[in-house]
């Protein structure tokens, strides 16, 4: 028998486990926030976010891989209108650690 805490995390869930850590946070939405509809993220500083969160909470230095990792695990890129520029995953919501 193995409990809930004998599993180990993929690393989809620590990126969603890290990434929801970053979002809930609340001291670093001037860098990347939650849309107000929470179906989305936008990183609103991409310069501060590779210097002061990747490096942090992502132990990685270039936005470029950070956004590379969003792709391979199923994070759209928005494109247009009012969210352009956000990051969504069907499964990826503010307070819904369980989904991810």
């Known amino acids: 028998n193995h409990s809930r805490h004998d599993i180990s995390l993929s690393p989809v869930s620590i990126l969603h486990t890290q990434l929801l850590e970053v979002l809930d946070r609340g001291d670093l939405s001037d860098i990347i926030d939650w849309m107000p509809h929470g179906r989305a993220f936008i990183v609103k500083q991409p310069k501060l976010f590779t210097t002061h969160v990747l490096p942090r909470?992502?132990?990685?230095?270039?936005?470029?891989?950070?956004?590379?990792?969003?792709?391979?695990?199923?994070?759209?890129?928005?494109?247009?209108?009012?969210?352009?520029?956000?990051?969504?995953h069907e499964l990826f919501l503010p307070g819904r650690p369980n989904l991810a």
Do not use: E, V
């Open 57 to 88: 909470f992502f132990k990685q230095t270039k936005f470029l891989s950070f956004t590379r990792q969003l792709n391979l695990w199923g994070f759209k890129r928005i494109t247009r209108g009012i969210d352009a520029g956000a990051y969504y």
